[in-house]
């Protein structure tokens, strides 16, 4: 039995405002936008099986997200990010030069795991530090703990490209 | 040199975060809605098919706990009844009267479900085999040493007190349960 015209709708719009911003934000913190985009597709496809339901949700967004976060994770622990990250600095198709975008991608890329999924999360997507313990599954004091490292890791390579102390 | 205020660096994390996140979102191509819906609809027909498939295994599961379920707590119907075997040594000095009155008292008990009798050359045999690997050990037992022995098998363990009782009777020197804790009988 399809879904009925109005629930498909609904996902339809979904889809059309949610896609960028969770591919986005999981290719910051994959280091791979087409890695990204392949873990938001399958995350939509499952909700899309699901939808009558979770359309009802309060936020039905929020649970694409969390199962793409999910699968970014599981993806991530299956292979070594680093790499990556460092093939896809190479080929720089986006937007000139950006030497600062660049230094903060390495250093994104050599943060733990957990704290660059805690900073993507907490910075780009504005998640409070509560549901990112909920998320990755982590104590709050976790996750300040893993945000403060990664700030200070992050700072240091973003105050390099500036000349700040004349 | 001054250190630099929390909240801006937090504006200026924001801020390149999000420039990252604005190239990435330039180089999705996302799908069309309607690849995503047709793949959604493929996997619910197969997760159909499974969610038919486990509960139908379910239904099975239970429909033999329910009716198989009784039938089998009411073979076990007593709690903690296991098997067991034992042995009643007889002393070397045990006469032939006294070992027959020992094999009638076990062949009457109705606790025991098996009885046979083992003699010295029996119980030798089973030594023999018993310790197959150890042939130094084998070699120091001659075949009168090992003492004649009634075995018997208990339906329940929990019996094993009763039959000790029973078998205080002339030309018995010990009886030994497989359940007993720290010795056993060469098991048959």
Same mark, same amino acid.
């Given at each position: 039995m399809p879904p009925p015209t109005a629930v498909q709708r609904d996902f339809d719009q979904c889809y059309a405002a949610q896609f960028r911003p969770i591919a986005g934000q999981l290719a910051v913190y994959l280091g791979s936008v087409e890695d990204a985009q392949e873990v938001t597709q399958e995350a939509f496809t499952r909700a899309w099986v699901r939808w009558a339901r979770i359309s009802?949700?309060?936020d039905p967004a929020g649970w694409v997200r969390r199962v793409a976060w999910n699968l970014a994770t599981g993806r991530i622990r299956r292979m070594r990010t680093a790499l990556r990250h460092r093939r896809a600095q190479r $080929?720089?198709?986006?937007?000139? $030069?950006d030497p600062d975008g660049v230094d903060l991608r390495t250093a994104l890329a050599r943060l733990p795991d957990n704290q660059r999924r805690a900073v993507v999360l907490h910075y780009l997507a504005g998640l409070p530090v509560a549901e990112i313990a909920e998320l990755c599954r982590a104590r709050e004091g976790a996750v300040r703990t893993w945000l403060y490292r990664a700030r200070l890791a992050l700072a240091h390579h973003l105050t390099d490209g500036v000349t700040d102390d004349a | 040199m001054m250190p630099e205020p929390d909240d801006r660096l937090d504006e200026r994390l924001r801020a390149a975060l999000g420039d990252l996140d604005d190239a990435a979102r330039r180089q999705l191509r996302p799908t069309d809605v309607r690849t995503v819906s047709a793949a959604g609809r493929r996997r619910r027909t197969v997760l159909a098919a499974g969610t038919t498939a486990f509960v139908l295994l379910v239904a099975s599961g239970l429909f033999s706990v329910w009716f198989v379920g009784p039938w089998r707590a009411e073979r076990s119907a007593a709690p903690g009844c296991r098997p067991t075997t034992a042995t009643a040594f007889l002393r070397g000095d045990v006469t032939a009267e006294q070992r027959e009155r020992i094999g009638a008292v076990l062949r009457a008990s109705?606790?025991?479900s098996a009885v046979h009798f083992e003699s010295r050359a029996d119980a030798y045999e089973n030594f023999k085999q018993l310790y197959a690997d150890a042939p130094e050990l084998v070699d120091s037992v001659r075949p009168d040493t090992l003492p004649e022995s009634w075995r018997f098998t208990l339906a329940?363990?929990?019996?094993i007190g009763a039959m000790r009782q029973r078998l205080a009777l002339p030309g018995v020197d010990d009886v030994v349960c497989a359940c007993d804790p720290r010795r056993s009988p060469g098991r048959r």
């Open positions: 009802r949700y309060d $080929p720089e198709s986006v937007a000139g $030069p | 109705p606790e025991v329940c363990t929990g019996d």
